[in-house]
């Protein structure tokens, strides 16, 4: 089985080919914008942690080396505590262009923006440039995600996916989950997957470990949003049963690691493995997309309108409301589930079609609004340490 894609330098293989243009603090966002403003094929990133942030770096090297990005332009105000020649040279070591800007060693803003309009528009030219070649579904990575989760979401949408994962890995993909707070009451029904008894003791450690960084004063690892109780879900534990749905019934092979010093890439080899992570949405996307994933499958049932710069989102949702309010937004319908006119598997399967189609180049429905979100997920080393935690 086969999609089309970009193959890259290093062997992995893009869905999308885009040009990435990073402020690698908060402080050149503006300039990075409109350097990439209006220009096909490119967007701006930033990360909004400051100029000291050191440990955001790792996730905007794995975003950067992503397969789905064809190069990088890396905005940097010229004194940030992140230096930008190792980040280059991070992301030069897998074949992609990469070019850095700096606005004080250029001298003004304005000057910069023209100076980096003229690089990326070279940079695009060249992606442009570049063809779709049929590759193995072997190289494709899957992500997953759930979010505004409700009754429907456990009972359709997450069923759905699961069936579509396990289609994935059987045809020798490779999909990732992360959000390790879904799964607190579920990780016993997932540990009973693992491979071996080491990766056992990593699916009930991702899970233990989440629930210590919320058991705080002033927090709780009970977290359920306003949403999730209209939506008519009582309880973490029925929340996370639903959430599970979506990582189908193969083994999982591993816990892919999340650290401030690096975001561990996914295997080459073909089954399901789980991330190290949040459940905020938006953040979960950009980790998902540093660790390699092509494509993010994601369930709602109350519905989400956003995407993601890098990777494109295929919005499902079981909700028979939802869908006729909202389906300029969602991709897949898979409230048929709930009103009775179609199974788990045939949705599973529309799915699995469906995310196919995008990694050969067809647009979703986030793409075609022009929704690029990107957000750093910031897990303080001082707070870990606190908390006694890796």
């Keep these: 089985m086969q999609f089309e894609g970009y193959v890259r330098t290093d062997g992995r293989v893009g869905v999308r080919n885009t040009v990435l243009v990073v402020a690698v603090s908060d402080c050149g966002e503006p300039v990075a914008r409109q ?46 505590g992140q230096r930008s020649e190792p980040i280059a040279e991070q992301i030069a070591k897998t074949g992609k ?52 989760s409700d009754t429907s979401s456990g009972i359709a949408a997450n069923p759905a996916i699961g069936v579509m994962s396990d289609m994935m890995i059987d045809a020798g993909a490779r999909v990732v989950m992360t959000e390790p707070i879904e799964a ?38 009970d977290f359920m949003c306003g949403g999730n109780v209209l939506g008519g879900l009582t309880t973490l534990e029925e929340k996370s049963l639903g959430a599970v749905h979506k990582s189908g019934h193969r083994p999982i092979s591993g816990v892919l690691k999340l650290r401030p010093d690096c975001v561990q890439q996914v295997p080459q080899t073909a089954g399901f493995y789980l991330m190290e992570g949040t459940h905020m949405d938006v953040q979960t996307m950009t980790y998902l997309a540093a660790a390699g994933a092509n494509i993010v499958v994601y369930a709602t049932g109350r519905g989400g309108s956003f995407g993601n710069a890098i990777c494109p989102i295929v919005k499902v949702t079981g909700h028979p409301e939802t869908w006729e309010k909202m389906s300029e937004d969602m991709d897949v319908n898979a409230s048929t589930i709930m009103q009775g006119a179609e199974s788990i598997e045939s949705v599973g399967g529309r799915i699995f079609d469906e995310v196919l189609a995008v990694a050969s180049g067809k647009t979703t429905k986030g793409e075609e609004l022009g929704f690029y979100n990107f957000n750093i997920w910031r897990q303080d080393p001082r707070l870990e340490a606190l908390l006694g935690l890796k």
């Design 35 to 80: 350097m990439a403003d209006g220009i096909p094929g490119a967007v701006s990133v930033a990360q909004y942690h400051g100029c000291l942030a050191i440990d955001v770096v790792s996730t905007l090297v794995g975003a950067c080396i992503n397969p789905n990005v064809h190069g990088v332009v890396l905005v940097v105000m010229g004194c940030e």
């Design 184 to 221: 607190i009451g579920a990780e016993e029904e997932l540990a009973k997957r693992a491979v071996n008894e080491t990766v056992r003791g990593e699916i009930l450690r991702w899970v233990s470990e989440e629930e210590r960084r919320w058991s705080v004063p002033g927090a709780s690892a």
């Design 97 to 148: 262009p990469v070019k850095i800007v700096n606005i004080q060693e250029i001298g003004t803003a304005r000057r910069a923006i023209a100076h980096g309009r003229a690089v990326v528009t070279a940079m695009a030219q060249d992606a442009a440039a570049e063809r779709r070649t049929a590759v193995d579904i072997t190289r494709l990575v899957v992500g997953l995600k759930c979010g505004g």
